[in-house]
């Protein structure tokens, strides 16, 4: 078991209850921002990546005193030099430091929590340090880091190959194309992610589903992008600016469809969005603007509000208050009261009021309706992130209409890892491969 620095019970610059939740990786990070501190401030320090990178080098010197200048004043006490005297000695146990990789940075805001992958001799730990607005440290957490991934069975790696690709100008992201073996042109798939500072691959724990979709697809004579979201890629850039689902999700699928439909091997008339999570809510956004695609897939995605999806999800949450979901109610019904002229307000429920402004009046059913391409819907049915009814109101809402297919799998997850019994945060820390039936069923969809 990794060490972690323990927490002091009543810190009120970074909350148990929050960080917890996003220690545990649930993907209810903008309610759970909103249950420790009310109401989030916009400030972030000026380089929060330069900062938790000097702690970093400290901690791995072994520079106790000096690291212990850096942390906030809540953490600077003798009960902290003795945990991190511990720390080092399990440190020292890994062996010889070999890599230390790129940060992310993620917007919780008071806090930018920055996470750096260090590869030891022995093991992978990612080491997570939130720097305050004062440019001041809590305490380090260490997680166990991404094991190497292994493909799963249905990727045939001999049958496609992959290249480096850059997509947009202003903001450039890295991704990765997969192009089938042999002579195109080929249908392809645009991935587009779920909420929070995903990477290209979609990491969440024990699990890389869009590498996995990518490698299935490929294999099965399906051109591939995923790329790096902007978020992580320039979560520092982007912190405490008044975002919207356009400057995060929207604009960056854009260019990415362009791309796509310049590249050789690509069918320009068979181009399908394939979205997960938030990716699949915003789908029909993207395609309404794009105009062009040949269809959308939409994977375990909320078909309500999002404000009213936050709302659902903690009345679900296990270890919530009924005073702390009646504070979730009371920030969703504030976002629904918001008007452009609210932007400049502070954060609501973890996100910029320009976001959820934004969001006013998008109907992603009535959009795909509106578009009439070919739509498929898959929902894992032991999803506690996105509730069956939101799969109901796709299936039922989209009944009506022409080339719609909707399927749910009794034992597959919010990320479509196969289990039993309740799934937890807990279960996505564990190893595990997008189910083959979600790759065959998309492949399916794309080539009928």
Request: glycine letters at 8%; one cysteine or more; hydrophobic letters at 45%.
């Amino acid at each position: 078991m990794v060490l972690t620095m323990a927490m002091p019970p009543a810190v009120a610059e970074w909350s148990a209850p929050w960080y917890t939740l996003y220690h545990k990786g649930v993907k209810l990070s903008h309610i759970s921002c909103l249950l420790f501190s009310g109401v989030l401030l916009a400030q972030t320090a000026a380089d929060p990546a330069a900062i938790a990178r000097k702690a970093l080098d400290l901690l791995l010197g072994q520079k106790y005193a000096d690291l212990d200048q850096m942390f906030s004043p809540a953490y600077k006490t003798p009960a902290m030099q003795e945990g991190l005297s511990k720390l080092g000695v399990q440190i020292q146990s890994w062996g010889a430091v070999k890599n230390i990789g790129a940060p992310a940075v993620q917007n919780m805001g008071p806090v930018q929590v920055v996470t750096f992958p260090v590869e030891f001799a022995t093991r992978n730990i990612d080491v997570r340090i939130a720097v305050n607005a004062n440019g001041q440290i809590g305490a380090p957490m260490l997680m166990p880091g991404q094991e190497p991934w292994q493909p799963p069975s249905y990727v045939k790696a001999d049958s496609f190959h992959e290249r480096a690709v850059t997509i947009g100008d202003e903001w450039k992201l890295p991704g990765t194309l997969s192009v089938p073996n042999g002579p195109g042109p080929f249908p392809a798939v645009l991935l587009v992610h779920g909420s929070g500072p995903n990477d290209r691959d979609e990491t969440v724990g024990g699990t890389k589903i869009f590498r996995d979709l990518a490698g299935g697809l490929a294999s099965r004579g399906i051109v591939v992008l995923r790329y790096e979201k902007r978020t992580r890629q320039y979560g520092a850039k982007m912190a405490g600016t008044a975002y919207t689902p356009d400057d995060e999700v929207v604009q960056d699928a854009d260019n990415a469809l362009a791309l796509l439909r310049a590249q050789p091997e690509v069918d320009g008339k068979k181009i399908y969005i394939v979205g997960h999570d938030l990716g699949g809510y915003l789908a029909p956004r993207i395609a309404d603007e794009d105009g062009k695609v040949a269809g959308v897939a939409i994977l375990a995605a909320n078909e309500v509000p999002l404000e009213d999806l936050l709302v659902e999800q903690a009345q679900a949450a296990s270890g919530l208050t009924p005073v702390q979901v009646a504070a979730v109610k009371e920030e969703a019904a504030k976002v629904k009261k918001l008007e452009e002229v609210d932007e400049d307000a502070p954060t609501v429920m973890g996100l910029p009021v320009a976001y959820w402004v934004d969001l006013k009046g998008y109907d992603p059913m009535a959009t795909l309706k509106k578009l009439g391409i070919p739509v498929l819907v898959l929902q894992g049915e032991r999803d506690f992130q996105i509730p069956m009814k939101e799969f109901t109101a796709w299936k039922q809402g989209l009944a009506g209409s022409k080339n719609v297919t909707a399927q749910s799998f009794p034992s597959l997850n919010h990320f479509f890892v196969s289990g039993e019994g309740k799934s937890t945060e807990a279960e996505y820390r564990k190893p595990g491969h997008m189910a083959p039936e979600i790759v065959d069923a998309i492949a399916k969809f794309v080539k009928q």
